[in-house]
T-cell receptor, first 114, second 115 residues
């Protein structure tokens, strides 16, 4: 079945350092979404990428969708303690047998040392 | 809108007891999802509904788990009998079928501890 793999599983950085998490799908996606879950919280939608090669920015966060629409990345510049949490990518494919369902990656948990 | 509402927020029960988790999706949303999250297994999709009809329940661990959606504004996830390995955070999420992106909106979760 369709799978979405995410690496690394954990990342510890010093405040001010950069951070990147990578997401790879076993199949071509229609779109990919990113969610953030703060410690003790629930996943919250951050952004969606739809077009091949698309790049979107949200302040210090940069999201990319690969040319083949099978991989994506989230890069955080100059991390802050407020960036702590788990970042999930989630892929969606139109016309799949389970329409409406997102396939979530395992998540990358980011710890930031002040 | 109040967002997805889940109750209870915390549940502590003893092994063998029945547990019922409740969810009210965002009004107008057609899809409802039940997830389970643990440190070991991450975020797992248990079952999801479209217009109150179960579409995929392949993630339901075993017969002890059951889910219903009697109407568009209410769903339950029941565990009977509960076991310590069921301890986890259970999330409900909803989305709009007509939306291209199928963005999911998660509830705050129910933290279940089975002793």
């Amino acid at each position: 079945g369709q799978q979405v793999m995410q690496i690394p599983q954990y990342q510890h950085v010093q405040e001010g350092e950069d951070f990147t998490t990578y997401c790879n799908s076993s199949t071509t996606l229609s779109n990919i979404q990113w969610y953030k879950q703060r410690p003790g919280g629930h996943p919250v939608f951050l952004i969606q990428l739809v077009k091949s090669g698309e790049v979107k920015k949200q302040k210090r966060l940069t999201f990319q969708f690969g040319e083949a629409k099978k991989n994506s990345s989230l890069h955080i510049t100059a991390t802050q303690t407020t960036d702590v949490g788990t970042y999930f990518c989630a892929g969606y494919k139109h016309g799949s047998s389970n329409t409406g369902k997102l396939i979530f990656g395992q998540g990358t948990t980011l710890q930031v040392k002040p | 809108d109040a967002g997805v509402i889940q109750s209870p927020r915390h549940e502590v029960t003893e092994m063998g007891q029945e547990v019922t988790l409740r969810c009210k999706p965002i009004s107008g949303h057609d899809y409802l999802f039940w997830y389970r999250q643990t440190m070991m297994r991450g975020l797992e999709l248990l079952i999801y509904f479209n217009n109150n009809v179960p579409i995929d329940d392949s993630g339901m661990p075993e017969d002890r788990f059951s889910a219903k959606m009697p109407n568009a504004s209410f769903s339950t996830l029941k565990i009977q009998p509960s076991e310590p390995r069921d301890s986890a955070v259970y999330f409900c999420a909803s989305s709009l079928a007509g939306a291209f992106d199928k963005t999911q909106y998660f509830g705050p979760g129910t933290r279940l501890l089975v002793l």
